[in-house]
């Protein structure tokens, strides 16, 4: 690694921190030299949707075993169950992974392992450990049991095993519609895991599969292929989430059975954020009811919108850093994963001026020589002294915020009001003399001096003042749309307000959604902006950080609000 990245503080806190429980299991295999000391992870989504946060903690825990410990990781998609998945979802996992800063060694398929996953079935209907059932699914539940009950062996149980073979093969050369029979492994009934209960291992699905086509109408059930496709693999730390807890006995049956490579598996807490769903589920659901513009909405969880907004790979895995792994659910503060952005952008990023507003005001600097411009120095970061300055043209007119100018001003107004004087950043003190109403009594204009000797950085006119204000000059403002994104909900725990509801309706979540998370704004901006790339960030003074959005055109920049300056809400909480 080169020493720029070993420098970053992300190399440090990892470096720092104690081991999280993966990690000293990981110590403890390689020192009993398990598997030779070999590591390899995988991350194993299942391409129906688009990644969110969650998944960047799982492949930042994935890939940073794997770096940290000399070994590999592959990318494995979970494809088996046809109808849900896409290629176009496949495409865009690849592409986050690699946005937040990973290679993975293999680009695996589970789809890929059918024709073994099927011999795995016969193998075990020829041990006797499975057999063809021919009830539905309402017969197979019935006689489930429940976590208290034992349950009752269906009628087709004691199948012989030239018969479950025969059927099994009829199924697979398409002689049933879909849901005439399933493939069940003879476990036990009476178990109180309800997972051994005779789980389905196949069923019939005369569907299209985004990789295999129409070559199979018989697919294997998620827990007859997560589990051996990782023995295939031979990973040796299958790493998931707390939800697979009651599932790793499954699994570890079906490899004991199979007599193949023995992957442990190890459970960590998902990620739950506040005033977000962490659901692909859901999700989809904020896609397809137009609730936002797309799975890159810069408001959604996704990493696809999350870079959109303008978060950089670095403050994301900075974040999966300091949450670390935990072994019980929680919910992290959303607060958290804005500091870290905050905490990067304001080290990198230029401060440029930038007027939000609908309707801005017009100062007029009254005794400033008609047709005179100058160019302003203002410097590009005052945290980072290699940064330089830039040029910021200023000239008779600029245009300032309204809310930057109170006619009868409260006691602790420092920015501009009848009589008063403030600092235009970079340029001079100006003090409002006059206020230009239009018909409707709005202010549209403010008549105002300016102090000559008080220019930025030559300033020798004794006076203080204790507001300064960021500016535009008229004459070179570049006009910008601006989308100032607020957070997705209004609940701050949607799930649990959700269940709270007791609600049938699988939409009930939607009426906590914020109506206010986006607020779309014209601005002006200094001349320095034209011509950003789509991405680029920026500060703008006094208002937040945003970045250049794809949507800009070569007439209109768009910019949107990544994060505010300071934890906005944190603020409001406490002036309840
Ligand atoms: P979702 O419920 O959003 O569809 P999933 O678990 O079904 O999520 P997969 O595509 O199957 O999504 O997940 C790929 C990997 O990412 C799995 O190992 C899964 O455990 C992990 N993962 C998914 N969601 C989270 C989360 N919120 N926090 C941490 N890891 C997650
Ligand atoms: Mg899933």
């Known amino acids: 690694m080169t020493s720029?990245?070993?420098?970053?503080?992300?190399?440090?806190?990892?470096?720092e921190r104690s081991l999280?429980?993966?990690?000293?299991?990981?110590?403890?295999?390689?020192?009993?030299g398990l598997h030779e000391g070999r590591v390899l992870t995988r991350f194993p989504p299942e391409p129906n949707g688009y990644l969110h946060l969650g998944h960047a903690k799982s492949i930042c825990l994935n890939f940073g075993l794997a770096q940290r410990y000399g070994g590999q990781t592959n990318l494995r998609f979970d494809d088996t169950n046809p109808v849900t998945e896409d290629t176009e979802y496949v495409d865009s996992i690849k592409d986050d992974v690699r946005w937040l800063g990973f290679e993975w060694a293999q680009e695996l398929y589970a789809s890929d392992y059918f024709d073994q996953l099927y011999a795995f079935a016969e193998t075990l209907i020829e041990k006797g450990l499975a057999y063809v059932d021919d009830s539905t699914a309402a017969e197979i539940?019935?006689?489930?049991?429940?976590?208290?009950t034992p349950g009752q062996p269906s009628p087709f149980r004691d199948r012989t095993v030239a018969e479950n073979l025969d059927?099994?093969?009829?199924?697979?050369?398409?002689?049933?519609?879909d849901g005439a029979k399933v493939l069940r492994a003879k476990i036990d009934m009476a178990s109180p895991n309800m997972?051994?209960?005779?789980?389905?291992?196949?069923?019939?699905?005369?569907?299209?599969h985004h990789r295999t086509g129409d070559t199979w109408c018989i697919y294997p059930m998620y827990d007859f292929a997560h589990g051996q496709s990782d023995a295939i693999e031979q990973i040796t730390h299958s790493i998931c989430t707390l939800e697979f807890i009651p599932h790793r006995p499954l699994y570890d049956w079906f490899i004991e059975q199979l007599g193949i490579f023995p992957s442990k598996q190890y459970e960590f807490a998902r990620l739950n954020l506040t005033y977000t769903v962490m659901s692909k589920r859901k999700l989809k659901r904020?896609?397809?009811?137009?609730?936002?513009?797309?799975?890159?909405?810069?408001?959604?969880?996704?990493?696809?919108?999350?870079?959109?907004?303008?978060?950089?790979?670095?403050?994301?895995?900075?974040?999966c850093e300091r949450i670390g792994v935990a072994k019980r659910d929680n919910l992290i503060d959303v607060g958290l994963l804005e500091f870290c952005i905050r905490e990067e952008l304001n080290r990198t990023t230029h401060r440029v001026m930038a007027v939000v507003d609908d309707k801005p005001i017009k100062l007029v600097l009254t005794n400033y020589p008609e047709g005179q411009e100058e160019i302003m120095h203002i410097e590009n970061n005052p945290e980072d002294p290699d940064s330089g300055t830039r040029e910021v043209p200023f000239g008779r007119e600029v245009y300032v915020e309204r809310d930057d100018f109170m006619e009868i001003p409260p006691k602790k107004y420092f920015r501009l009001a009848p009589g008063q004087m403030v600092r235009l950043k970079g340029a001079y003190i100006v003090r409002c003399d006059e206020v230009i109403k239009n018909e409707a009594g709005e202010v549209?204009?403010?008549?105002c001096t300016y102090i000559p000797e008080s220019r930025s950085g030559s300033d020798t006119s004794g006076i203080s003042v204790k507001g300064t204000i960021h500016w535009v000059s008229v004459a070179h403002a570049i006009r910008a749309e601006v989308r100032l994104y607020d957070r997705l909900f209004a609940a701050e725990n949607p799930a649990m307000e959700e269940k709270e509801m007791e609600s049938e309706d699988d939409n009930a979540f939607l009426s906590l959604l914020n109506p206010n998370s986006l607020v779309v704004v014209q601005a002006l901006v200094e001349p320095n902006l034209a011509h950003r790339p789509v991405g680029d960030r920026v500060q703008f003074m006094r208002k937040g950080y945003f970045t250049v959005d794809a949507d800009s055109t070569t007439d209109q920049l768009v910019f949107n609000r990544t994060v505010t300056l300071k934890d906005t809400w944190a603020k409001e909480t406490k002036k309840g």
Do not use: C
């Open 4 to 15: 720029p990245a070993n420098e970053s503080p992300t190399e440090h806190s990892h470096a």
């Open 20 to 32: 999280n429980f993966i990690e000293q299991i990981v110590e403890e295999d390689i020192s009993a």
């Open 141 to 148: 539940a019935a006689l489930k049991g429940t976590p208290t």
């Open 167 to 177: 059927l099994f093969r009829q199924m697979k050369a398409g002689a049933y519609p």
């Open 195 to 208: 997972h051994f209960r005779d789980p389905i291992i196949y069923r019939i699905k005369h569907a299209h």
């Open 286 to 319: 904020l896609v397809e009811g137009g609730h936002v513009t797309g799975w890159d909405d810069p408001r959604m969880p996704t990493l696809a919108g999350i870079r959109r907004r303008g978060y950089t790979p670095d403050s994301l895995r900075e974040f």
């Open 444 to 447: 549209t204009e403010l008549h």
